[in-house]
């Protein structure tokens, strides 16, 4: 038996606003007030994000036309570490 | 309550009502030359009240009330009655404030542009603030600086200088005019106290609000150094330095990313305070 991967997805545009703060992110979460300070990737996983929710395949796709991304699987594996980061934190959340 | 006190400090008012008669009449003589809040009625009600039912006269010790309170604060001593006033007024600021972003830290003006000093307790902000005061600068604060949301501007609340231990001295040899200290709180739980009155145009330009321009965290007790503190780690210790960042929302976010990207800010260690105030005032004409 196969699992459909997963899906991921922020709550809709506009919940979500960053502020540079030197080289790093500074991202305040609308729904629970909360601030994080996040390094790259993750800011841009949120960007990809906010377009439309998608596994981490389709969000890798995304990124990948605006980014240098190295080597496939090693990517994938990097970016799915990334989401499970964000869906702890509460910035992403697996979509039904 | 049978004794009570009315009184305007920065953008903020508070009414202290007290079982006692001395710390009112102390909060009277030495805030003699506050306003009285806007049409007489206060943001915040603090309460001197006796600990327990015995507690006004056997032992008498002040249980702090009010609009806000500390569940566990201890109760203090009547004779530490002046010290348990400042500090309900600092609770309901702490815990109440909502028209500024509110900062733990001393501030200081000169042509119109603030100099903000935040750091831990024993750090010397307050007693830096309060000599800086006393040599051409205007004292703004000892214990808040209060950020406009919209503009960024920096707001005074000169409540009096709480001056502990070894600043008692400092200040004692630097202000001629005795009528400006309170007594002095012995044996208090930070050790000795002594209320300081900022100087006169502290008092009457309360209402002026400056452009801050460098923010300094000191720490003292520590080998000469300067550093600069990059923008993320200056965002943290404001976040934990401010009382209602996270119930004022986004506006204290916008507010605090547009202050942390737009003055520069310094570690400074120091051991004299003298020194202190030197690098202060080259650091000052860097910027300038």
């Keep these: ?96 | 309550m049978k004794h009570s006190f009315g009184v305007a400090i920065g953008p903020a008012s508070f009414r202290i009502g007290s079982a006692w008669a001395d710390p009112i009449r102390w909060l009277k003589t030495l805030y003699s030359d506050y306003p009285q809040p806007d049409d007489g009625v206060a943001d915040f009600t603090v309460l001197l009240e006796p600990a327990g039912a015995l507690r006004r006269w056997w032992r008498p010790s002040i249980g702090l009330g009010g609009d806000y309170r500390l569940p566990d604060a201890a109760p203090l001593a009547l004779r530490h009655g002046l010290l348990a006033a400042e500090m309900g007024m600092n609770i309901q600021m702490a815990l109440g404030w909502r028209r500024h972003l509110l900062i733990h830290a001393s501030s200081v003006e000169k042509d119109g542009r603030a100099l903000l000093l935040t750091g831990e307790s024993g750090s010397g902000k307050s007693t830096l603030a309060a000599q800086l005061g006393e040599r051409g600068w205007r004292f703004m604060g000892d214990e808040f600086a209060l950020i406009d949301l919209e503009s960024g501007s920096a707001w005074p609340f000169p409540r009096l200088v709480s001056l502990k231990n070894a600043a008692i001295r400092a200040l004692r040899a630097e202000v001629t005019d005795p009528e400006r200290f309170g007594p002095t709180l012995r044996e208090t739980p930070k050790g000795d106290i002594a209320h300081l009155v900022p100087p006169r145009q502290a008092v009457s330009r309360m209402r002026d609000s400056a452009t801050p321009a460098l923010l300094l965290f000191p720490r003292f007790g520590f080998p000469d150094d300067l550093r600069p503190v990059p923008e993320g780690e200056v965002f943290i210790r404001l976040t934990q330095a401010s009382t209602n960042y996270v119930a004022l929302g986004e506006a204290a976010f916008e507010a605090l990313h547009r202050l942390v990207t737009t003055v520069p800010a310094v570690a400074m260690d120091y051991r004299s305070g003298e020194e202190a105030i030197a690098t202060i005032e080259s650091l000052w004409a860097e910027q300038a």
């Design chain 1, 1 to 96: 038996m196969t699992h459909d991967p997963a899906r991921y997805g922020v709550d809709g545009s506009g919940t979500i606003v960053t502020r540079p703060l030197d080289g790093l992110t500074l991202i305040y979460h609308r729904p629970s007030g909360i601030t994080h300070i996040a390094d790259s990737p993750l800011p841009e996983i949120l960007q990809a994000l906010e377009r439309a929710p998608g596994t981490a395949a389709e969000v890798l796709t995304r990124l990948s036309e605006g980014h240098e991304i190295g080597d496939d699987e090693d990517a994938l594996e990097g970016l799915e570490t990334h989401l499970a980061t964000l869906v702890s934190l509460g910035l992403v959340r697996i979509a039904r």
